[in-house]
């Protein structure tokens, strides 16, 4: 008995070392138990049973060994006892009692292993970002800590998105597989990584060992599996930048803003360059077709003048109203593109409308409109070349009149608002379509047979030069309002 017992306890003792031996722990209870026909053992088949299920998670593959462990008990007891009915009823009750433990047992085991899952689920989830699996920043934050507490030198790379070319920004599901892919692709070209984060959306930080080909392994992710997006990023080492490391946290995230910094500025150039081709492009487009149409017609003349010698007398006038015609819009186009001569001055705007009424008065007398001009009383003063000015407020001025086909009435109107001069020139014409308004300040558009379609767009750029604009309000069959908008000066 005590040699049963002794082997029992040995092997229970060494199992971790000698797994096997798990498989002849009943063989010594067994001869222990018989030998000292004690019925308090079955507290240790119990124990014996929990010790060899604990590794398995089902009942049906717990429950035959127990049962087997449970009728090896009940032979041996039934070896030293009377066998009688009350002994069958108790065999029958242990039986029924291992059932129930094993179910009990099996379900505390399960229920701590949710607990356990969740448990580390909670702690993945603080430390880890759920979408990519990499650390968030509190994780970035804690491998920085780790590995300058460990008082080793590291490199920190941080990098952005700034584009995602080829994808729709608006389907979430686009967004996750670029943010997914790309930190997969970071992971794999760092493996060596102390810890890959990724946090603020689209922002990834990578703490590395110091090593030396670190630009050229940057260089072969952006050029690789990174081709296509717009990535900026910084390199930073620690402690060579900084002795403590909030210090060193903050000079990196100031490097890699800079670095952000200057691609935007190079962007936005490529963007005001593009732009500033685009409308040079579009000018001489237009200015293409708008000459064509003038030379269309002189050289069909001239064709037809061959026939006739060659005498053009009686095209002449076409001729040279065609000519006419292209010298306008020669002379209106260079003036619009070319730079302007800075004349700008503080000058009273009372001053330039009463210029322009005196230019203007006897072409509305001469058309039967009325003209009339209304000014507020105190001195509006505006930083201005005159000229310029008054050019826009007479070309106005006489669209009004040409948008008038009866009599009708022209009225001006001077203003201020605060640091805003407003000049408002209001007829009562036949109005512009609401879908044309969006359009009339374009160059090349008209809707005059013998327009430029430069004269409006002439007017917005003076605006623009003196560091205002026009606008336009209209309602068909009622007319229309031109405001310029300037800023006052001192």
């Given amino acids: 008995m005590i040699c ?43 124990l014996l049973i929990m010790s060899m299920i604990q590794d398995k998670q089902r009942v049906t593959q717990t429950l035959p060994i ?93 990098m952005n998105i700034q584009n995602f070319n080829g994808f729709d920004q608006e389907v979430d599901d686009n967004w996750n597989h670029v943010i997914k892919a790309t930190g997969e692709s970071v992971s794999k070209q760092f493996a060596d990584a102390y810890g890959v984060s990724r946090y603020a959306g689209d922002r990834y930080a990578v703490v590395l060992p110091e090593i030396q080909n670190i630009e050229e392994r940057m260089v072969s992710l952006l050029s690789g599996e990174l081709r296509g997006l717009q990535v900026n990023y910084s390199i930073s080492l620690y402690p060579g930048m900084s002795e403590t490391l909030q ?17 935007w500025l190079k962007n936005e150039e490529e963007v005001f360059r593009s732009e500033r081709l685009r409308a040079v ?42 000519v006419a015609r292209v010298t306008d819009l020669t002379a209106e186009f260079l003036q619009f593109s ?14 330039c409308l009463e210029r322009v009424m005196s230019l203007t008065e006897s072409d509305a007398a001469s058309r039967g409109h009325r003209i009339t001009l209304e000014m507020t009383g105190e001195p509006v003063v505006v930083n201005m070349d005159r000229d310029k000015i008054v050019q826009v407020l007479i070309n106005l001025i006489r669209n009004a009149f040409e948008a008038m086909e009866d009599p009708g009435e022209v009225h001006i109107d001077l203003l201020h608002d605060g640091d805003k001069a407003i000049i408002s020139i209001t007829d009562t014409g036949s109005g512009i379509p609401e879908n044309s308004l969006a359009t009339i300040f374009n160059p090349f558009y008209t809707t005059k047979e013998e327009g430029t379609g430069l004269g409006l767009a002439l ?10 604009r026009i606008t336009v309000r209209s309602k068909i069959g009622i007319g229309s309002t031109f405001t310029l908008h300037l800023p006052m000066g001192p």
């Fill in 281 to 322: 492009g579009e000018l001489a487009a237009g200015m293409a077709h708008e000459i064509r149409n003038p030379l269309t017609a002189i050289r069909g003349f001239l064709q037809l003048s061959r026939g006739q010698a060659f005498n053009i007398a009686p095209w002449y006038e076409v001729i040279m109203g065609e």
């Fill in 66 to 158: 127990s049962m087997l462990i449970v009728f090896e008990y009940t032979v041996i007891r039934l070896s030293y006892v009377t066998i009688d009915t009350y002994n069958l009823l108790v065999s029958m009750f242990d039986m029924l009692t291992a059932i129930v433990i094993i179910f009990l047992y099996h379900t505390l085991i399960n229920s701590e292993a949710e607990k356990r899952k969740l448990r580390e689920k909670n702690d993945f989830l603080t430390l880890h970002d759920p979408l990519t699996g990499l650390l968030n920043y509190e994780g970035y934050m804690n491998v920085l800590k780790e590995t300058a507490d460990e008082q080793r030198s590291f490199l920190l790379i941080i």
């Fill in 4 to 46: 049963a017992g002794v082997l029992f306890v040995a092997t229970i003792y060494k199992e971790k070392q000698y797994p096997v031996l798990r498989n002849i722990h009943w063989i010594f209870l067994g001869i222990f138990h018989y030998f000292s026909e004690l019925n308090w053992c079955n507290m240790l088949y119990y």
């Fill in 247 to 263: 210090h060193f946290i903050t000079v990196a995230e100031d490097s890699f803003f800079q670095q952000q910094r200057s691609k």
């Fill in 459 to 468: 007017c917005q750029k003076i605006a623009q030069d003196h560091h205002g």
């Fill in 338 to 351: 070319k730079p302007q001569a800075n004349h700008m001055k503080p000058e009273r705007v009372a001053h």
